[in-house]
């Protein structure tokens, strides 16, 4: 226990120290991580949780960004507000799509709830005169104190800390019990008393906002969104991202994430065919630790 | 007239998304796989066609022969992917049996970018065939008719092989009731390999044979895997008949939809694919899964 | 012991000093798409770029210091393009270029002018980028589809046809195109219209267009303009259209297929039809000039490819750069800009070509004839070949602040 508590404050006082310790380059990459990893973390509410496996999740990320960004830009509302309000717009659709997706299961889910992402997709690609289309949405700008790279890197760090927080208390309350519970046996948990549906609903709204969140600190970090923000492929991504590090632990989306990223970052200084080596890494962690590299330190939970 | 025609073009899209989707659904309903790397297998079967036209470019049935071979290729590369790593996972979670297919799509992209480069390739049509066909007055290339005509052969084939032979009682067994299959003593792991063969096979015929008409080109793979899991899921997943309806339906929709609504174009098959599981959440011809 | 250490330090130091500051490189970042659905425009570009680097270095570099290129790959992805740009700005680069498509220049164009960082974009052809997105740290020595769209309209113009078709791929820069150049042509020419239900946008990387064609020939137009397709969709239209025989009664025209990026699919005599309309401002067969042949020998002799139009408009753009760096006299910003503004520079396949003080946009113009193919490069071309300088059609002073004052 004391180990765990010892890595997790090392982690945040470098974290902490960052902006003063590294580069101003190290920042920008690090925000970019923390907001990948939030958008993982929510993913996973559905899937290590619920056992819901979403192929469509970008599009909530997506939604939250273009309806903060949409906000600043065209209507004049103040940051905070809308950072607020972008991850509203987010649940609302994720309980419009979760609404027909939970219906089904299994590889209909999946493919549903691809389907549906990449309808969002198109919409923000062809409705051009209000998101910009493929040129994207530009010129969205945070407060003025929030512009520089370290000031954004704090309030990043607040926020993806907090949210972090807050998943984790989700996951451990009896809401995220659960899901568990419908993810080991739907008729079980039906039985039990479980109102199958609507607990499924609420954890795709839920996680919908959350990576809504992260999409509206992703828009004002960017200054932008684009329409590739809601493509499965951007989903694809955060999937990997989660599998990689180890669904069954709560700290597996985060170093999945970043695992993700660095190699990302790391292998195109280097060659052009980083999807490869990319693609290499997946699949030795597939075959050689499918519970995640996580569990190369811990013995897989039960639940995350 | 323009009917006529559109639903003459909507039959040739549809016998290319057959063979496509065919090997998909056989995968899924038999091993339980979702494989996202087929459409990789697809792609390199046009790069292989590309290759074909350079190797044996001076016998005039170069593509005949690569229509022979390329799919014997796909077919044993896709039991290698079976032996080497399918086989490991089965017991794994279906989200760990997806990682290794993305993995495939980002490896082979890049191995195809390596051998044959960047810049997208025609592939000539093949040699010796007649004119063309004029249909209500539209003079279609009589590569086309070889197209549907190989689409309902291969059609016809699996139906022979899946409803007519012993294997194809096997395979139907599994796909109905694994457990059962097994304490019956049927060796899964055989048919397993197989149907991956199989499937690769078919992708592979189906990257052959779309070559001509649309090339070879880096990112053809993302786009072929979209299509076919669409026919998959709207026909039924494991259902080779529901692939043949939804491979219709979708040729005809994309067919029909530009002339109606030109502009939403690249929502045509996303919008059906919600359509059909909202209102039948196991697609057109689908089981519901015990 | 400890005596001997410390003066070897100072003496390491006192000659460290002239050494590094004879040798301070200048920095420029250079953002391309090295991988994803643009990298087979990036590469290019990030050769020619290169070529022109080494080129300029053996020359003994700029203000006597080599010239040092800080390379990102932006992975054809808007948001990593605005991560690397801005990371180059934190490295210090006197300024960026890049080869990479409309969207992701877009996103860097912002993120320029908000970093106050000068940013030549080599492969982004959407005239609001110039117009009005643009600013005073954005510049663009290759030309924009306003130029070529207008151009081939006023050549479509001077032809029969009236009936046309489109047809495009379903983005910006096709939308954009097919919109500038029918409304042109409607303009000049009366009686010239898109035949009802002959309007077609098909998604990105689409290469099956049976039912476009199979619609486009029931309707039987004169002229079919499908400028707004581009990569796999360009050559796999010709090779199907031809196959259909549509080219054979059907004049087609395509403002950029005769750029090397578009037409590099076809790869054979046979997916050639003779007729299309199209231009460029790369051409093939070289043009027979001294600047002409000198790239292309260099280019082949350096990577053993044929060159391209981002190699070409790459090593143009960096050699540019150079010479206003010079013109300035030193390796600031401010002063880059100035200098920049207004100096011409000679383009091996484009002649003369000079940057627009108030908008940043080159006066590089465009190459236009018929499709065509090129036995001995074995790669399509185009033949009739003739230039025509992007200033005639380039809004003036007035209209660019009109529209810019407008985007706000």
Not at chain 1, 87 to 108: D, E
Not at chain 2, 135 to 156: D, E, H, M, N, R
Not at chain 3, 335 to 355: K, M, R, Y
Request: with cysteine; aromatic share 10%; net charge positive.
């Amino acid at each position: 226990m004391s180990g765990r508590v010892l890595a997790l404050a090392g982690v945040l006082a470098v974290l902490g120290v960052l902006p003063v310790a590294a580069p101003q380059v190290v920042v920008v990459h690090a925000t970019d991580i923390l907001i990948f990893v939030l958008f993982a973390l929510s993913l996973n509410l559905l899937v290590g949780y619920a056992g819901m496996l979403s192929l469509g999740h970008a599009a909530f990320f997506s939604i939250g960004g273009y309806g903060a960004g949409l906000l600043v830009k065209h209507l004049g509302v103040a940051m905070p507000l809308a950072l607020a309000a972008g991850p509203l717009l987010a649940a609302l659709a994720a309980l419009v799509i979760g609404f027909f997706c939970v219906r089904l299961s299994h590889a209909y889910f999946i493919m549903l709830s691809l389907a549906f992402g990449q309808l969002v997709f198109t919409v923000i690609w062809k409705w051009q005169g209000v998101t910009g289309g493929d040129d994207g949405l530009t010129g969205v700008m945070p407060l003025a104190a929030l512009a520089p790279s370290s000031a954004y890197y704090y309030f990043v760090l607040a926020v993806v800390l907090a949210c972090t927080a807050a998943l984790y208390r989700i996951g451990h309350s009896p809401f995220g019990r659960a899901l568990l519970a419908i993810k080991d046996n739907p008729r079980r948990a039906a039985f039990v008393g479980i109102h199958v549906r609507r607990v499924q609903l609420a954890a795709f709204v839920v996680a919908g906002a959350f990576a809504g969140v992260a999409g509206a600190l992703q828009v004002f970090f960017h200054r932008g969104m684009f329409p590739g923000s809601a493509h499965w492929l951007n989903s694809a991504d955060a999937f990997v991202a989660v599998t990689l590090g180890g669904v069954s632990y709560f700290a597996g989306p985060i170093v999945g994430a970043a695992l993700f990223k660095l190699v990302s970052l790391a292998v195109p200084l280097f060659t052009a065919y980083w999807p490869f080596f990319l693609g290499i890494v997946i699949l030795l962690v597939a075959l050689f630790r499918p519970e995640g590299l996580l569990s190369l330190v811990r013995r897989p939970a039960a639940r995350p | 007239m323009l009917i006529g025609l559109q639903i003459v073009s909507g039959l040739v899209s549809a016998a290319i998304l057959f063979l496509l989707a065919s090997g998909l659904t056989l995968i899924f309903g038999v091993c339980r796989v979702l494989n996202l790397a087929h459409g990789t297998f697809f792609m390199l079967a046009t790069f292989l066609a590309y290759a074909g036209t350079l190797l044996f470019a001076d016998t005039s049935a170069n593509f005949w022969l690569t229509l022979v071979l390329a799919p014997l290729v796909l077919a044993g590369l896709g039991a290698l992917m079976e032996l080497a790593l399918f086989r490991r996972i089965y017991r794994a979670d279906v989200l760990v049996q997806l990682l290794p297919t993305i993995a495939l799509i980002f490896i082979f992209a890049d191995v195809i970018r390596f051998i044959w480069g960047l810049e997208s390739k025609t592939v000539p049509f093949p040699g010796g065939l007649p004119g063309a066909i004029v249909v209500l007055g539209v003079p279609f290339p009589s590569y086309y008719a070889v197209i549907v005509l190989a689409g309902a052969l291969v059609a016809a084939g699996l139906w022979v092989l899946v409803y007519r032979t012993r294997w194809g009682i096997l395979v139907r067994a599994i796909a109905q009731d694994r457990d059962m299959s097994a304490a019956l003593g049927i060796n899964e792991r055989a048919i397993y390999t197989g149907v991956f063969a199989l499937a690769g096979w078919l992708a592979g015929a189906a990257g052959v044979l779309s070559a001509p008409l649309a090339g070879a080109a880096l990112g053809n793979d993302v786009d072929a895997v979209i299509d076919a899991f669409v026919v998959v899921v709207v026909g039924g997943l494991g259902s080779i008949p529901g692939a043949l309806l939804a491979a219709l339906l979708v040729g005809m929709v994309r067919s029909f939809g530009i002339l109606v609504i030109p502009q939403f174009a690249m929502a045509f098959v996303f919008a059906l694919m919600a359509l059909v599981l909202i209102v039948r959440p196991t697609g057109l011809l689908g089981r519901r899964e015990s | 012991m400890r005596h001997a250490t410390v003066l070897m330090l100072i003496c390491a130091c006192l000659a460290s000093i002239p050494l590094a500051r004879a040798a301070d490189p200048i920095l420029i970042g250079d953002v391309s798409s090295m991988s994803g659905p643009l990298a087979v425009g990036g590469v290019p570009g990030r050769q020619g770029t290169i070529m022109a680097l080494e080129e300029i270095n053996q020359k003994g570099g700029v203000l006597g210091r080599p010239l040092q290129l800080v390379t990102r790959d932006d992975k054809s992805q808007p948001e990593e393009a605005g991560k690397v740009f801005r990371e180059l700005a934190a490295q210090g680069v006197l300024l960026v270029m890049g080869t990479s498509g409309s969207a992701t220049t877009a996103a860097m164009n912002s993120l320029a002018r908000e970093l106050k960082l000068p940013f030549f974009t080599v492969l982004g052809y959407s005239r609001f980028l110039t117009e009005e997105a643009g600013h005073r740290y954005f510049f663009r020595l290759i030309t924009n589809d306003r130029v070529f769209g207008n151009a081939v309209a006023e050549a479509m113009a001077k032809q029969p046809q009236t009936k046309y078709c489109t047809i495009a791929n379903d983005f910006a820069f096709g939308r954009d195109i097919t919109r500038v150049l029918m409304t042109r042509l409607k303009e000049l020419k009366p009686g010239a219209e898109v035949l009802s239900g002959c309007e077609f946008w098909v998604p990105l990387g689409t290469t099956d267009f049976t039912p476009n064609l199979t619609a486009i020939l029931a309707r039987r137009p004169q002229a079919v303009m499908f400028g707004g397709l581009v990569a796999a969709s360009a050559p796999a239209f010709v090779k199907q259209g031809k196959a259909f025989g549509l080219f054979k009664d059907t004049v087609g025209v395509h403002p950029s297929l005769g750029m090397p990026v578009n037409n590099a699919g076809l790869t054979s005599k046979d997916d050639v039809p003779e007729g299309i309309f199209t231009g460029t401002d790369y051409v093939y067969p070289p043009v027979p000039t001294p600047a002409s042949r000198a790239f292309y020998d260099a280019y082949r002799k350096r990577w053993n490819q044929l060159p391209t139009e981002q190699a070409a408009n790459a090593h143009t753009t960096l050699r540019f750069i150079v010479k206003a760096i010079e013109k300035a006299g030193k390796a600031d910003r401010e002063a880059f800009i100035t200098a920049a503004e207004g100096l011409g520079i000679d383009h091996p396949i484009l002649g003369d070509i000079a940057v627009r003080p108030f908008d940043h946009q080159s006066t590089a113009g465009w190459w236009m004839g018929y499709l065509t193919w090129d036995e001995t490069h074995k790669r399509a071309g185009i033949r009739d070949a003739k230039y025509l300088k992007g200033d005639s059609y380039l809004p003036g002073k007035e209209e660019i602040e009109k529209l810019r004052s407008q985007k706000k």
